[in-house]
Protein backbone atom coordinates (compact mmCIF):
# COMPACT_ATOMS: atom_id res chain seq x y z
CA UNK A 1 0.00 0.00 0.00
CA UNK A 2 3.14 1.93 0.92
CA UNK A 3 4.06 1.87 -2.61
CA UNK A 4 1.16 3.06 -4.46
CA UNK A 5 1.02 5.90 -2.89
CA UNK A 6 4.63 6.80 -4.28
CA UNK A 7 3.62 6.31 -7.44
CA UNK A 8 2.08 9.99 -8.03
CA UNK A 9 5.51 12.06 -6.90
CA UNK A 10 7.84 9.95 -8.85
CA UNK A 11 5.88 10.87 -12.12
CA UNK A 12 6.21 14.37 -11.18
CA UNK A 13 9.99 14.33 -10.14
CA UNK A 14 10.17 12.29 -13.92
CA UNK A 15 8.42 15.34 -15.32
CA UNK A 16 11.16 17.93 -13.51
CA UNK A 17 14.06 16.49 -14.39
CA UNK A 18 13.00 16.07 -18.14
CA UNK A 19 12.76 19.62 -18.09
CA UNK A 20 15.85 20.61 -16.27
CA UNK A 21 17.89 18.71 -18.75
CA UNK A 22 19.57 20.92 -21.45
CA UNK A 23 18.90 18.93 -24.98
CA UNK A 24 21.87 19.37 -26.61
CA UNK A 25 23.91 19.00 -23.67
CA UNK A 26 25.82 15.51 -23.91
CA UNK A 27 24.21 13.23 -20.60
CA UNK A 28 27.42 11.68 -20.48
CA UNK A 29 29.86 14.25 -19.65
CA UNK A 30 30.05 14.60 -16.35
CA UNK A 31 31.29 11.59 -16.12
CA UNK A 32 33.64 11.21 -18.62
CA UNK A 33 37.42 12.46 -18.30
CA UNK A 34 39.24 11.10 -21.85
CA UNK A 35 37.13 11.55 -25.13
CA UNK A 36 40.12 12.52 -27.20
CA UNK A 37 39.56 10.44 -30.56
CA UNK A 38 43.40 8.98 -30.34
CA UNK A 39 44.84 8.65 -27.27
CA UNK A 40 48.14 6.41 -25.93
CA UNK A 41 48.29 5.38 -22.62
CA UNK A 42 52.59 5.00 -22.34
CA UNK A 43 53.99 3.05 -19.66
CA UNK A 44 51.79 0.87 -18.16
CA UNK A 45 51.73 -2.98 -17.08
CA UNK A 46 49.68 -4.84 -18.69
CA UNK A 47 47.34 -7.71 -17.91
CA UNK A 48 46.17 -8.83 -21.94
CA UNK A 49 43.18 -11.21 -20.59
CA UNK A 50 44.23 -14.07 -22.70
CA UNK A 51 46.02 -15.72 -18.68
CA UNK A 52 49.95 -15.06 -19.79
CA UNK A 53 51.92 -13.21 -17.65
CA UNK A 54 51.44 -9.66 -17.01
CA UNK A 55 53.86 -7.87 -18.91
CA UNK A 56 55.67 -3.88 -17.96
CA UNK A 57 56.46 -0.19 -19.90
CA UNK A 58 53.76 -1.16 -22.31
CA UNK A 59 51.85 1.86 -24.79
CA UNK A 60 48.23 0.81 -26.02
CA UNK A 61 46.72 2.96 -28.78
CA UNK A 62 43.27 3.95 -29.04
CA UNK A 63 42.23 5.07 -32.18
CA UNK A 64 38.30 6.56 -32.70
CA UNK A 65 37.07 3.51 -30.25
CA UNK A 66 39.56 0.81 -31.68
CA UNK A 67 42.88 -0.42 -29.94
CA UNK A 68 45.19 0.65 -32.60
CA UNK A 69 48.30 -0.95 -31.06
CA UNK A 70 49.77 -2.25 -28.43
CA UNK A 71 53.52 -2.57 -27.92
CA UNK A 72 57.24 -2.08 -25.33
CA UNK A 73 56.93 2.09 -24.52
CA UNK A 74 60.23 2.04 -26.02
CA UNK A 75 60.02 1.30 -28.91
CA UNK A 76 55.81 2.28 -29.76
CA UNK A 77 55.78 5.48 -32.48
CA UNK A 78 52.60 7.56 -30.93
CA UNK A 79 50.28 8.69 -33.85
CA UNK A 80 51.08 12.63 -34.14
CA UNK A 81 48.19 14.51 -32.40
CA UNK A 82 47.29 11.52 -29.75
CA UNK A 83 46.34 12.89 -26.37
CA UNK A 84 49.37 10.96 -24.62
CA UNK A 85 48.53 9.47 -20.59
CA UNK A 86 51.48 8.68 -18.88
CA UNK A 87 50.62 5.69 -16.77
CA UNK A 88 53.53 4.36 -14.70
CA UNK A 89 52.66 2.65 -12.12
CA UNK A 90 49.23 1.43 -13.30
CA UNK A 91 48.02 -1.53 -14.33
CA UNK A 92 45.62 -1.98 -17.63
CA UNK A 93 43.45 -4.91 -18.30
CA UNK A 94 40.28 -5.83 -20.40
CA UNK A 95 36.86 -3.88 -19.73
CA UNK A 96 35.14 -7.20 -16.94
CA UNK A 97 32.57 -8.91 -19.19
CA UNK A 98 30.25 -9.78 -15.87
CA UNK A 99 28.34 -12.83 -16.21
CA UNK A 100 25.77 -12.79 -13.55
CA UNK A 101 25.03 -9.19 -13.14
CA UNK A 102 21.75 -8.19 -12.02
CA UNK A 103 20.42 -4.70 -12.54
CA UNK A 104 18.39 -5.83 -9.01
CA UNK A 105 18.96 -5.64 -5.55
CA UNK A 106 18.02 -7.41 -2.67
CA UNK A 107 16.55 -5.32 -0.10
CA UNK A 108 17.81 -6.47 3.32
CA UNK A 109 14.23 -5.38 4.60
CA UNK A 110 12.16 -7.76 2.75
CA UNK A 111 8.39 -8.47 3.07
CA UNK A 112 7.77 -10.59 6.16
CA UNK A 113 4.65 -11.86 4.08
CA UNK A 114 6.01 -12.79 0.69
CA UNK A 115 9.98 -12.90 1.25
CA UNK A 116 12.94 -11.90 -0.24
CA UNK A 117 11.68 -8.89 -2.84
CA UNK A 118 14.07 -7.24 -5.32
CA UNK A 119 14.31 -3.75 -5.72
CA UNK A 120 15.26 -2.29 -9.30
CA UNK A 121 18.50 -0.12 -9.28
CA UNK A 122 17.47 1.76 -12.20
CA UNK A 123 19.90 4.57 -11.47
CA UNK A 124 22.62 3.03 -9.12
CA UNK A 125 24.09 -0.45 -10.62
CA UNK A 126 24.88 0.11 -14.35
CA UNK A 127 27.34 2.92 -13.41
CA UNK A 128 28.31 0.94 -10.35
CA UNK A 129 29.40 -1.52 -12.74
CA UNK A 130 31.12 0.97 -15.40
CA UNK A 131 32.98 2.56 -12.25
CA UNK A 132 34.36 -1.54 -11.44
CA UNK A 133 35.50 -2.23 -14.96
CA UNK A 134 32.16 -3.75 -16.15
CA UNK A 135 32.09 -3.03 -19.87
CA UNK A 136 29.69 -6.06 -20.48
CA UNK A 137 27.40 -7.66 -18.68
CA UNK A 138 24.68 -9.90 -18.97
CA UNK A 139 21.69 -10.16 -16.21
CA UNK A 140 21.75 -13.37 -15.71
CA UNK A 141 17.92 -13.37 -14.68
CA UNK A 142 15.55 -10.29 -14.73
CA UNK A 143 13.35 -9.36 -12.57
CA UNK A 144 11.99 -6.51 -14.15
CA UNK A 145 12.38 -7.40 -17.46
CA UNK A 146 10.76 -4.48 -19.70
CA UNK A 147 13.06 -2.22 -17.08
CA UNK A 148 16.26 -4.00 -17.68
CA UNK A 149 15.36 -3.93 -21.79
CA UNK A 150 15.01 0.31 -21.23
CA UNK A 151 17.82 0.72 -19.23
CA UNK A 152 20.08 -1.25 -21.88
CA UNK A 153 18.28 1.68 -24.81
CA UNK A 154 19.12 4.49 -22.84
CA UNK A 155 23.25 3.12 -22.24
CA UNK A 156 22.95 2.33 -26.24
CA UNK A 157 21.87 5.74 -27.06
CA UNK A 158 24.17 7.38 -24.74
CA UNK A 159 21.39 9.10 -22.56
CA UNK A 160 23.32 7.20 -19.30
CA UNK A 161 26.47 6.05 -18.45
CA UNK A 162 26.67 2.11 -18.06
CA UNK A 163 28.31 -1.29 -19.56
CA UNK A 164 26.67 -3.38 -22.69
CA UNK A 165 23.58 -5.34 -21.16
CA UNK A 166 23.12 -8.49 -22.25
CA UNK A 167 19.26 -8.59 -20.97
CA UNK A 168 18.69 -11.99 -19.36
CA UNK A 169 14.71 -12.47 -19.66
CA UNK A 170 12.76 -13.18 -16.85
CA UNK A 171 13.68 -16.04 -14.57
CA UNK A 172 12.57 -19.23 -15.96
CA UNK A 173 11.19 -20.69 -12.01
CA UNK A 174 8.95 -23.42 -11.31
CA UNK A 175 6.94 -23.68 -7.79
CA UNK A 176 7.63 -22.03 -5.21
CA UNK A 177 8.81 -19.10 -6.57
CA UNK A 178 11.87 -17.70 -4.54
CA UNK A 179 10.87 -14.10 -5.14
CA UNK A 180 7.51 -13.21 -5.12
CA UNK A 181 8.03 -11.00 -8.11
CA UNK A 182 8.86 -14.04 -10.57
CA UNK A 183 6.48 -15.69 -13.02
CA UNK A 184 5.51 -19.09 -12.04
CA UNK A 185 5.79 -21.77 -14.80
CA UNK A 186 2.87 -24.60 -15.25
CA UNK A 187 4.21 -26.93 -17.47
CA UNK A 188 6.34 -27.23 -21.22
CA UNK A 189 4.11 -25.40 -23.27
CA UNK A 190 4.21 -22.44 -21.15
CA UNK A 191 8.06 -22.30 -20.80
CA UNK A 192 8.22 -22.64 -24.67
CA UNK A 193 5.86 -19.90 -24.89
CA UNK A 194 7.85 -17.78 -22.67
CA UNK A 195 10.74 -17.85 -24.08
CA UNK A 196 8.83 -17.47 -27.59
CA UNK A 197 7.67 -13.70 -26.00
CA UNK A 198 10.66 -12.35 -24.51
CA UNK A 199 12.81 -13.22 -27.19
CA UNK A 200 10.83 -11.10 -29.02
CA UNK A 201 10.83 -8.51 -27.05
CA UNK A 202 14.36 -8.12 -26.52
CA UNK A 203 16.10 -10.52 -24.34
CA UNK A 204 19.23 -12.35 -25.60
CA UNK A 205 19.92 -14.67 -22.47
CA UNK A 206 18.23 -16.67 -20.15
CA UNK A 207 18.21 -18.30 -17.09
CA UNK A 208 16.15 -21.39 -15.02
CA UNK A 209 15.85 -21.14 -11.29
CA UNK A 210 15.92 -23.35 -9.01
CA UNK A 211 12.66 -25.38 -8.78
CA UNK A 212 11.81 -25.76 -12.74
CA UNK A 213 10.49 -29.10 -13.62
CA UNK A 214 12.96 -31.43 -15.72
CA UNK A 215 10.50 -31.42 -18.37
CA UNK A 216 9.93 -27.45 -18.25
CA UNK A 217 13.91 -27.43 -18.28
CA UNK A 218 14.10 -29.43 -21.51
CA UNK A 219 11.18 -27.35 -23.41
CA UNK A 220 13.01 -24.04 -22.29
CA UNK A 221 16.42 -25.44 -23.36
CA UNK A 222 14.81 -26.61 -26.57
CA UNK A 223 13.19 -23.23 -27.65
CA UNK A 224 15.96 -21.20 -26.36
CA UNK A 225 18.52 -22.82 -29.20
CA UNK A 226 15.85 -22.92 -31.61
CA UNK A 227 15.88 -18.95 -31.15
CA UNK A 228 19.79 -19.04 -31.51
CA UNK A 229 20.37 -17.96 -27.49
CA UNK A 230 21.76 -19.40 -24.73
CA UNK A 231 20.69 -20.87 -21.28
CA UNK A 232 22.10 -20.81 -17.89
CA UNK A 233 20.31 -22.26 -14.92
CA UNK A 234 20.91 -21.51 -10.57
CA UNK A 235 19.23 -24.90 -10.61
CA UNK A 236 18.38 -27.27 -7.37
CA UNK A 237 15.47 -29.31 -9.01
CA UNK A 238 17.82 -30.76 -11.48
CA UNK A 239 21.26 -31.44 -10.67
CA UNK A 240 24.33 -30.27 -12.71
CA UNK A 241 24.83 -33.43 -14.65
CA UNK A 242 21.32 -34.17 -15.83
CA UNK A 243 21.25 -30.53 -16.72
CA UNK A 244 24.45 -30.94 -19.00
CA UNK A 245 22.94 -34.01 -20.37
CA UNK A 246 19.78 -32.02 -21.89
CA UNK A 247 22.35 -29.22 -23.24
CA UNK A 248 22.07 -26.46 -20.97
CA UNK A 249 25.16 -23.55 -21.85
CA UNK A 250 26.37 -22.92 -18.30
CA UNK A 251 25.65 -23.59 -14.77
CA UNK A 252 25.47 -20.62 -12.18
CA UNK A 253 27.94 -20.14 -9.03
CA UNK A 254 29.37 -23.68 -9.17
CA UNK A 255 28.81 -26.85 -7.15
CA UNK A 256 27.64 -25.24 -3.91
CA UNK A 257 24.19 -25.11 -5.54
CA UNK A 258 24.54 -28.76 -6.99
CA UNK A 259 22.09 -30.97 -5.46
CA UNK A 260 22.69 -33.98 -7.18
CA UNK A 261 24.67 -36.00 -4.32
CA UNK A 262 21.97 -35.56 -1.83
CA UNK A 263 21.11 -39.19 -0.65
CA UNK A 264 17.22 -39.97 -1.25
CA UNK A 265 16.65 -37.11 -3.59
CA UNK A 266 14.82 -37.27 -7.08
CA UNK A 267 15.07 -35.44 -10.27
CA UNK A 268 12.65 -32.74 -9.92
CA UNK A 269 12.96 -32.06 -5.93
CA UNK A 270 14.80 -29.64 -4.49
CA UNK A 271 16.33 -30.76 -1.30
CA UNK A 272 16.70 -28.42 1.29
CA UNK A 273 19.95 -30.14 2.79
CA UNK A 274 21.65 -30.52 -0.33
CA UNK A 275 23.85 -27.56 0.35
CA UNK A 276 25.13 -28.73 4.21
CA UNK A 277 25.30 -32.33 3.25
CA UNK A 278 27.54 -31.22 0.51
CA UNK A 279 29.61 -29.04 2.79
CA UNK A 280 29.67 -32.13 5.67
CA UNK A 281 30.25 -35.33 3.18
CA UNK A 282 31.42 -34.55 -0.69
CA UNK A 283 34.70 -34.38 -1.77
CA UNK A 284 36.11 -32.44 -4.79
CA UNK A 285 38.65 -34.86 -5.72
CA UNK A 286 36.31 -37.95 -5.58
CA UNK A 287 35.31 -39.77 -8.22
CA UNK A 288 31.40 -38.62 -8.17
CA UNK A 289 32.91 -35.03 -8.28
CA UNK A 290 35.17 -35.48 -11.48
CA UNK A 291 32.51 -37.49 -13.07
CA UNK A 292 30.39 -34.47 -13.56
CA UNK A 293 33.30 -32.18 -13.75
CA UNK A 294 34.52 -33.99 -16.93
CA UNK A 295 30.29 -34.30 -18.00
CA UNK A 296 30.13 -30.72 -17.75
CA UNK A 297 33.84 -30.51 -19.88
CA UNK A 298 32.55 -32.92 -22.19
CA UNK A 299 29.25 -31.49 -23.21
CA UNK A 300 31.08 -27.45 -23.23
CA UNK A 301 29.18 -26.54 -20.44
CA UNK A 302 30.19 -23.40 -18.77
CA UNK A 303 30.06 -22.16 -14.90
CA UNK A 304 29.39 -18.90 -13.86
CA UNK A 305 31.85 -18.28 -10.07
CA UNK A 306 29.90 -15.67 -7.98
CA UNK A 307 32.54 -16.34 -5.38
CA UNK A 308 31.83 -12.78 -3.55
CA UNK A 309 28.08 -13.83 -3.09
CA UNK A 310 28.87 -16.92 -1.27
CA UNK A 311 31.70 -15.86 0.56
CA UNK A 312 28.77 -12.92 2.39
CA UNK A 313 27.17 -16.15 3.53
CA UNK A 314 30.24 -17.27 5.48
CA UNK A 315 30.95 -16.04 9.21
CA UNK A 316 32.57 -12.33 9.22
CA UNK A 317 33.39 -11.98 5.26
CA UNK A 318 34.05 -9.97 3.43
CA UNK A 319 36.08 -8.10 5.64
CA UNK A 320 34.89 -5.40 7.44
CA UNK A 321 37.73 -3.18 5.20
CA UNK A 322 36.16 -4.02 1.96
CA UNK A 323 32.73 -3.19 2.39
CA UNK A 324 33.37 0.41 4.20
CA UNK A 325 33.40 1.61 0.27
CA UNK A 326 29.96 -0.14 0.24
CA UNK A 327 28.76 1.49 3.38
CA UNK A 328 29.62 4.90 1.45
CA UNK A 329 27.49 4.13 -1.45
CA UNK A 330 24.72 3.78 0.72
CA UNK A 331 21.62 5.38 2.71
CA UNK A 332 22.05 4.89 6.39
CA UNK A 333 19.11 2.98 6.84
CA UNK A 334 20.06 0.08 3.90
CA UNK A 335 23.52 0.03 5.53
CA UNK A 336 21.98 -0.71 8.80
CA UNK A 337 19.97 -3.87 7.28
CA UNK A 338 23.20 -5.17 5.84
CA UNK A 339 24.92 -4.81 9.67
CA UNK A 340 21.40 -6.48 11.21
CA UNK A 341 21.63 -9.79 9.13
CA UNK A 342 25.63 -9.55 8.83
CA UNK A 343 25.69 -10.07 12.29
CA UNK A 344 23.22 -12.59 12.71
CA UNK A 345 25.25 -14.98 10.57
CA UNK A 346 27.83 -13.95 13.04
CA UNK A 347 25.99 -15.12 15.87
CA UNK A 348 24.93 -18.75 14.05
CA UNK A 349 28.71 -19.08 13.43
CA UNK A 350 29.43 -22.31 15.56
CA UNK A 351 26.39 -24.01 13.22
CA UNK A 352 27.31 -22.49 10.16
CA UNK A 353 28.49 -24.98 6.98
CA UNK A 354 29.49 -22.35 4.46
CA UNK A 355 33.43 -21.65 5.43
CA UNK A 356 33.81 -25.25 4.93
CA UNK A 357 31.21 -25.16 1.53
CA UNK A 358 33.00 -22.22 0.50
CA UNK A 359 36.34 -23.64 0.45
CA UNK A 360 34.78 -26.62 -1.13
CA UNK A 361 33.67 -23.96 -3.85
CA UNK A 362 36.91 -22.81 -4.61
CA UNK A 363 38.57 -26.54 -4.84
CA UNK A 364 35.71 -27.52 -7.20
CA UNK A 365 36.41 -24.20 -9.52
CA UNK A 366 40.25 -24.84 -9.61
CA UNK A 367 39.48 -28.46 -10.53
CA UNK A 368 37.06 -27.83 -13.72
CA UNK A 369 39.29 -25.05 -14.69
CA UNK A 370 42.26 -27.87 -14.77
CA UNK A 371 39.87 -30.21 -16.72
CA UNK A 372 39.32 -28.04 -19.11
CA UNK A 373 36.62 -26.01 -18.46
CA UNK A 374 35.20 -22.45 -19.03
CA UNK A 375 34.97 -20.61 -16.00
CA UNK A 376 33.74 -17.06 -16.23
CA UNK A 377 32.51 -14.60 -12.88
CA UNK A 378 30.04 -12.53 -11.98
CA UNK A 379 28.89 -10.45 -8.54
CA UNK A 380 24.95 -11.43 -8.66
CA UNK A 381 24.42 -8.35 -6.40
CA UNK A 382 22.05 -10.43 -4.24
CA UNK A 383 21.50 -12.24 -0.99
CA UNK A 384 21.21 -9.78 1.55
CA UNK A 385 22.73 -7.08 0.05
CA UNK A 386 26.45 -7.01 1.26
CA UNK A 387 27.54 -7.71 -2.63
CA UNK A 388 26.46 -4.90 -4.42
CA UNK A 389 27.06 -4.04 -8.29
CA UNK A 390 30.85 -3.33 -9.28
CA UNK A 391 32.14 -3.71 -5.97
CA UNK A 392 31.58 -7.46 -6.05
CA UNK A 393 32.67 -7.74 -9.51
CA UNK A 394 36.58 -6.73 -8.01
CA UNK A 395 35.86 -9.07 -4.77
CA UNK A 396 35.16 -11.63 -7.27
CA UNK A 397 38.68 -11.00 -8.89
CA UNK A 398 40.36 -11.00 -5.45
CA UNK A 399 38.61 -14.40 -3.89
CA UNK A 400 39.58 -15.93 -7.51
CA UNK A 401 43.33 -15.41 -6.65
CA UNK A 402 42.38 -16.66 -2.79
CA UNK A 403 41.03 -19.85 -4.63
CA UNK A 404 44.72 -20.35 -6.06
CA UNK A 405 44.62 -18.52 -9.73
CA UNK A 406 47.34 -15.80 -10.52
CA UNK A 407 45.89 -12.59 -10.95
CA UNK A 408 46.62 -12.55 -14.64
CA UNK A 409 43.52 -16.40 -15.03
CA UNK A 410 41.58 -14.27 -12.53
CA UNK A 411 41.52 -11.61 -14.85
CA UNK A 412 41.03 -14.07 -17.65
CA UNK A 413 38.37 -15.88 -16.48
CA UNK A 414 36.10 -11.97 -15.39
CA UNK A 415 37.29 -11.38 -19.45
CA UNK A 416 38.52 -13.75 -21.79
CA UNK A 417 36.41 -16.29 -20.97
CA UNK A 418 33.01 -14.46 -20.68
CA UNK A 419 33.67 -12.88 -24.19
CA UNK A 420 34.15 -16.01 -25.66
CA UNK A 421 31.00 -17.94 -23.95
CA UNK A 422 29.24 -14.76 -25.68
CA UNK A 423 30.59 -15.09 -29.20
CA UNK A 424 32.21 -12.09 -28.72
CA UNK A 425 36.08 -13.02 -28.34
CA UNK A 426 36.75 -11.18 -31.63
CA UNK A 427 35.85 -8.22 -30.35
CA UNK A 428 36.12 -8.10 -26.70
CA UNK A 429 37.47 -9.48 -23.81
CA UNK A 430 41.44 -9.06 -24.66
CA UNK A 431 43.87 -6.66 -25.16
CA UNK A 432 44.94 -6.42 -28.96
CA UNK A 433 44.96 -4.49 -31.87
CA UNK A 434 41.90 -4.64 -33.60
CA UNK A 435 40.12 -5.05 -30.72
CA UNK A 436 36.79 -3.07 -29.41
CA UNK A 437 39.11 -0.32 -26.82
CA UNK A 438 37.33 -1.61 -23.18
CA UNK A 439 40.19 -1.14 -21.12
CA UNK A 440 40.16 -0.54 -17.44
CA UNK A 441 43.22 1.64 -15.87
CA UNK A 442 44.30 0.68 -12.31
CA UNK A 443 46.23 2.27 -9.70
CA UNK A 444 48.53 -0.19 -8.77
CA UNK A 445 50.48 -3.82 -9.87
CA UNK A 446 47.38 -6.11 -10.40
CA UNK A 447 49.88 -9.14 -10.99
CA UNK A 448 51.36 -8.18 -7.95
CA UNK A 449 48.59 -7.35 -5.76
CA UNK A 450 45.28 -8.11 -6.82
CA UNK A 451 43.61 -5.43 -4.43
CA UNK A 452 44.85 -3.29 -6.46
CA UNK A 453 41.22 -3.52 -8.72
CA UNK A 454 39.56 -1.92 -6.19
CA UNK A 455 41.48 1.58 -7.33
CA UNK A 456 40.09 1.52 -10.60
CA UNK A 457 40.49 5.03 -11.96
CA UNK A 458 39.44 5.38 -15.45
CA UNK A 459 37.38 2.81 -17.39
CA UNK A 460 37.36 3.07 -21.24
CA UNK A 461 34.04 1.85 -23.01
CA UNK A 462 34.63 1.83 -26.87
CA UNK A 463 37.43 4.28 -26.59
CA UNK A 464 35.43 6.42 -24.29
CA UNK A 465 37.41 7.37 -20.70
CA UNK A 466 34.90 7.23 -18.00
CA UNK A 467 36.48 8.87 -14.65
CA UNK A 468 35.61 6.00 -12.16
CA UNK A 469 35.37 8.10 -9.03
CA UNK A 470 33.17 10.47 -10.93
CA UNK A 471 30.78 7.82 -11.54
CA UNK A 472 31.17 6.53 -7.93
CA UNK A 473 30.74 10.03 -6.48
CA UNK A 474 27.23 10.16 -8.66
CA UNK A 475 25.54 7.51 -7.02
CA UNK A 476 26.76 7.95 -3.07
CA UNK A 477 24.11 7.51 -0.43
CA UNK A 478 21.37 5.85 -3.43
CA UNK A 479 22.53 2.20 -3.71
CA UNK A 480 19.91 -0.11 -2.18
CA UNK A 481 17.46 2.78 -3.08
CA UNK A 482 17.15 3.50 -6.90
ZN1 LIG B 1 21.62 -14.27 -9.50
Redesign the pocket.
Known amino acids: MLRTSLVLPCYLAISVFAYAQTPASNPLAPYISEDAPVIALEHVELIDGTGGPATSDKTIVIDHGKIAAVGPSASMAVPAGAKVLELQGHTVYPGLVGM?E?LFYSEPTSSTLHGLVAGELVDTAPRLYLAAGVTTART??SIAPYTDLNIKKDIDAGKVPGPELDVTGPYLEGNPPLIPQMHILTGPEEARKMVDFWVGEGATSWKAYMHISPVELKAAIAEVHARGEKITG?LCSVGFTAAADMGIDDL?HGIAVDTEFTPGRKEGECPDNAAAYMAEHVEMDSTPVMTMIHELVQRHVAVTSTLAVLESLDPGHPPMEFMLRERDSMPPTVWSGVLTTRSMIQERAAKSYWQVLFKKEMQFEREFVAAGGLLMTGC?P?AYGAVLPGFGDERNLELLVEAGFTSEQAIAIATRNGAEYLGRADRIGTIAAGKQADLVVVNGDVAKDITAVERVETVFKNGLGFDSHKLMESVRGMVGLR
Open positions: HHTGHEDT
